[in-house]
């Protein structure tokens, strides 16, 4: 079946640690996005991607890193610049341009501090 | 602005009864206006989505009333089941030339009671 697969489901990090978070689909989609989720606030765009070796800063990307080398995978890099990293982070992807397509979603990583 | 203001922030309905959610926007640069399902634990999955041309579309118990002039748009759930405890954002996109980037609303937790 295709679709959108984030692991790991939960993650723990450390003062002062970075830790990367995979996004892999199969969708054959060409755009892909990271959203972080936190209680009241809905979620909120970190990264997009539209095509392999490009992407985009969203509303809130400061101590957030990406890289699409492959179609099907965009991981998410939580540096030590993000001093408030707890939140439960969302993948997503999307055909290029065309509105009438959803966004389908993984079902999430959450990122908790130790 | 590119914001959506969602409302109720929780809803508690008996098993049978009409769940209304309401939604509000100021951008009219939006053009497709998606709502979003997601159960605990998961991803967000598109429950119904409508294009500000139309003024109603229906999906079996769901039902999108989108008034363009107002600005406003609001899902029903007809014969509202324990199933649909779930939480709901609205959703509005905007095009920019590629990549559909999604501005969501802060979400609605549903319980349904019997």
């Known amino acids: 079946d295709g679709g959108i697969t984030q692991s790991p489901k939960y993650l723990f990090r450390k003062e002062g640690q970075n830790v990367t978070l995979s996004c892999e689909q199969n969708l054959n989609h060409d755009a892909m996005y990271w959203y972080r989720q936190d209680p009241g606030q809905g979620l909120r765009l970190i990264y997009y991607s539209q095509i392999v070796n490009d992407f985009q800063k969203g509303d809130i990307a400061e101590g957030y890193s990406v890289s699409r080398e492959k179609k099907e995978s965009f991981p998410l890099t939580v540096t030590s610049a993000q001093k408030n990293p707890t939140a439960f982070y969302l993948c997503a992807s999307s055909i290029e341009g065309s509105f009438n397509q959803p966004q389908h979603f993984g079902d999430g990583t959450r990122l908790s501090i130790l | 602005q590119q914001q959506v203001k969602q409302s109720p922030q929780s809803l508690i309905v008996q098993k049978g009864g009409i769940s209304i959610i309401n939604c509000a926007y100021e951008n009219t640069a939006f053009d497709y206006f998606p709502w979003y399902q997601q159960f605990p634990g998961k991803g967000p999955a598109l429950l119904i989505a409508?294009?500000?041309?139309?003024s109603e579309k229906k999906e079996g118990r769901f039902t999108i009333s989108f008034n363009k002039s107002a600005k406003q748009f609001s899902l029903h759930i007809m014969d509202s089941q324990p199933g649909d405890s779930a939480t709901y954002f609205c959703a509005a996109y905007i095009l920019t030339g590629g990549g559909n980037k999604l501005t969501f609303g802060t979400g609605t937790q549903l319980k349904v009671e019997l």
């Open positions: 409508i294009r500000p041309d139309v």
